[in-house]
């Protein structure tokens, strides 16, 4: 088998054991069940009378109806570019990632209870999101779809879309902080899948792959720029907010830079 094929197939099976281990954790170990709720505890704080417009607006942008739409698109520039076999991978990962999504959280359904969440419980079929799968699967086929030189700015502008919905989903309770982890796990592992695939069946290649890691850095240091600039604005009650919720903290991180990690190296390693 050749390299090309080799490395996709073997990243998405590392996917899927990632997969695995985090459904057994966030479902079965009790205190990273008690880590999960704590983290989303912290983002909810952020769902306010101010905020949930805009939270509502970005999280509804991977609904279904938005959803397709933005699939159509990608095929038509991949169609555009004249990338038949890329345009054709885009609908099956597209569906398989939804179908995926969906299977897993009837087989997985359980309660998960909190407290303080009252009557407005998280659905016990949560695991893995379905909007934060939508979100980060058009964020690699938005890669898959981009001339090679412009994946880089693909990669940041889709990572970033994802972390967005994910964020925004879970200040609004939609979901819990590990539902967003599987979902990115599943997006990844049907992306590599058709990676795989495309130069299986020898599909034409869009060139080098891009040096992606000087963008990248610019988006984190961008993310953390933003960060600075609403602790330097009120400095007492973001400094307050970071050493009462650290596992909010620790929870933003993780997706943050999952989100940008996933979509940078899908653009790393995609050549077709």
């Given amino acids: 088998m050749r390299p090309a094929v080799r490395t996709p197939l073997l990243l998405a099976l590392s996917c899927v054991l990632a997969l695995a281990l985090t459904g057994v954790l966030a479902l079965l170990v009790p205190g990273v069940r008690l880590k999960d709720a704590a983290s989303l505890h912290g983002f909810t704080e952020l769902d306010r009378p101010r905020s949930e417009p805009v939270l509502s607006g970005v999280a509804h942008l991977a609904d279904p109806i938005p959803f397709a739409l933005m699939g159509l698109a990608l095929v038509a520039l991949a169609l555009a570019r004249r990338r038949y076999a890329v345009a054709l991978a885009i609908p099956v990962i597209l569906v398989g990632t939804g ?5 897993l959280k009837q087989v997985t359904a359980q309660p998960r209870v909190l407290d303080w969440l009252g009557s407005n419980q998280i659905g016990d079929a949560s695991w893995p999101s379905g909007h934060a799968t939508a979100a980060m699967t058009i964020a690699l086929c938005a890669i898959l779809a981009s001339p090679a030189r412009l994946r880089p700015v693909a990669a940041l502008l889709g990572g ?5 919905v994910s964020y925004s989903i879970l200040a609004l309770s939609w979901h819990f902080p590990s539902d967003v982890v599987g979902a990115y796990l599943v997006a990844a592992t049907w992306t590599l899948l058709a990676v795989a ?3 299986a069946v020898g599909a034409r290649r869009s060139g080098p792959a891009p040096a992606v890691g000087p963008l990248l850095a610019a988006g984190a240091l961008g993310g953390v720029a933003w960060g600075a600039i609403v602790a330097l604005a009120r400095p007492g009650a973001a400094l307050h907010f970071a050493l009462d919720r650290p596992a909010f903290l620790a929870g933003a991180v993780v997706i943050g830079l999952a989100g940008i990690s996933i979509a940078g190296a899908m653009a790393r390693a995609t050549r077709v």
Wanted: proline share 0%; hydrophobic share 60%.
């Fill in 160 to 164: 970033g879309f994802a972390v967005a």
């Fill in 197 to 199: 695939a495309l130069e």
């Fill in 99 to 103: 179908l995926t999504t969906q299977i």
